[in-house]
């Protein structure tokens, strides 16, 4: 089985300081791990992913995620927060074992004061 | 130029009747889903369709049918709609057989109210 948590509903901070948004995954093998971005009334778009190599990964628009297997957790992080950044955060998993299925978080709202 | 396009945006229909979602990709994936996202912004597949066959059918009621007439296409047909039935429904699309190209594309989700 697996899953993924993301712990916060909702996250604020101020523009122009960093933001961490926050993902533990469980499966029973090596996870794939993604996240992904909804702006309103759109669908989701892809951020960056971790499938191997590398526990930084950086994504666009100068997101990046660390991956830390001790920890089980895959935290999106920017080092400097835009009012544009704000937006609803999905962390995604898939047991590298498993058939071809992503597994959602519950979605987290990032809002960025001006 | 869009990648992912899933038609009607908006479909608000009374309970009974029967509805239909299309959904095509110009990308040239494979492999196409169906998710629906309910009013806390939860995110479930329904369906996933790889090269017209499908390959992942989650605990969705019978009256929900995917028809995929060829890979490029995936609609989403919806027998006797319910009030549980209202939601986003979303389409998206990947590539199979690459272990390393696990993006999903999403179309921009059609709004389904069922009063």
């Known amino acids: 089985a697996q899953s993924v948590a993301q712990p916060e509903d909702q996250v604020n901070v101020a523009e122009g300081n960093p933001l961490t948004v926050k993902c533990t995954y469980s499966?029973?093998?090596?996870?794939?791990l993604f996240w992904y971005v909804q702006y309103p009334n759109r669908g989701l778009q892809f951020l960056l992913k971790y499938i191997t190599g590398d526990n930084l990964v950086k994504g666009s628009y100068g997101f990046e995620a660390e991956f830390n297997k001790s920890q089980t957790s895959f935290h999106l992080k920017k080092p400097s927060a835009l009012v544009s950044d704000s937006a609803l955060y999905f962390c995604a998993v898939r047991d590298s074992g498993s058939a071809r299925q992503l597994t959602f978080g519950s979605g987290t709202q990032l809002t960025v004061l001006p | 130029d869009t990648a992912v396009s899933q038609t009607p945006k908006y479909l608000v229909t009374q309970m009974g009747n029967d509805k239909s979602i299309k959904c095509e990709q110009n990308l040239g994936h494979d492999t196409m889903y169906w998710y629906k996202q309910d009013s806390k912004k939860f995110l479930k597949i329904m369906f996933s369709y790889n090269n017209k066959e499908l390959i992942i059918n989650e605990t969705v009621p019978n009256r929900f049918s995917p028809k995929s007439p060829d890979k490029a296409h995936l609609n989403l047909h919806i027998n006797s709609l319910e009030l549980g039935d209202s939601a986003v429904y979303f389409c998206?699309?990947?590539?199979?057989?690459?272990?390393?190209?696990?993006?999903?594309?999403f179309g921009s989700g059609t709004q389904l109210s069922v009063l």
């Open positions: 998206a699309s990947s590539q199979e057989g690459v272990a390393t190209n696990e993006k999903l594309f």
């Open positions: 499966v029973s093998g090596n996870p794939y």
